[in-house]
């Protein structure tokens, strides 16, 4: 079966400085994981994904992702945090196993605050 | 280009009512996918549908819900009676392919139900 986890429910960081989310996965294949952030009200927006290729991929908004194979990781950051990217965020994984089935699974979410 | 709409953006009803949720995916896209989310259980897929055709259903509930799509601009999720506990909000997305060809998924607002 397939998992993600986001360990963390929130996040607290100071505008300007790094940010990141944690998400860890585990399939039965080679993943293909994929970042989502949601403000309030909002439904889900779509900022990277990860199916081959570099480790490091770039995304929406000045966000990327490194996927860990050895690590089963998959962190979302951001060199330097804005107000405005206080949503909460979500980690979601297909795995390509055929019994898996053609959907995604979603983490349970974390919630970024950003302070000024 | 217009987004995924969903209609209506809130529903407050009594227990016992029918309430009809409505989607209009994205012109194009062939997957059509509806989640629920709550503060207890996170994101939840409850069905996807591929070129109109419902293709996993096993996350709805019970059979007090039901999904139809009668054409590829237009889908439906009903639930008959309905209960306090299916209070949330209901999402629905679509995408130009499924998961496995690593395609995001598009969501709408959402729609807030409130079942008193």
């Known amino acids: 079966a397939q998992s993600v986890a986001q360990p963390e429910d929130q996040v607290n960081v100071a505008e300007g400085n790094p940010l990141t989310v944690k998400c860890t996965y585990s399939v039965s294949g080679n993943p293909y994981l994929f970042w989502y952030v949601q403000y309030p009200n909002r439904g889900l927006q779509f900022l990277l994904k990860?199916?081959?290729?570099?480790?490091l991929v770039k995304g929406s908004y000045g966000f990327e992702a490194e996927f860990n194979k050895s690590q089963t990781s998959f962190h979302l950051k951001k060199p330097s945090a804005l107000v405005s990217d206080s949503a909460l965020y979500f980690c979601a994984v297909r795995d390509p196993g055929k019994a898996a089935g053609n959907k995604l699974t979603f983490g349970g979410g974390t919630r970024v605050l950003v302070k000024p | 280009d217009a987004g995924v709409i969903q209609s209506p953006r809130h529903e407050v009803t009594e227990m016992g009512q029918e309430v009809t949720l409505r989607c209009k995916p994205i012109s194009g896209h062939d997957y059509l996918f509806w989640y629920r989310q709550t503060m207890m259980r996170g994101l939840e897929l409850l069905i996807y549908?591929?070129?109109?055709?419902?293709?996993?259903d096993s996350g709805m509930p019970e059979d007090r819900f039901s999904a139809k799509m009668p054409n590829a601009s237009f889908s439906t999720l009903k639930i008959q009676p309905s209960e306090p506990r299916d209070s949330a909000v209901y999402f629905c997305?679509?995408?130009?392919?499924?998961?496995?060809?690593?395609?995001?998924?598009?969501f709408g607002d959402g729609t807030r139900l409130s079942i008193l």
């Open positions: 549908f591929n070129n109109n055709v419902p293709i996993d």
């Open positions: 997305a679509s995408s130009l392919g499924g998961p496995d060809r690593g395609q995001p998924q598009h």
């Open positions: 990860y199916i081959t290729g570099d480790n």
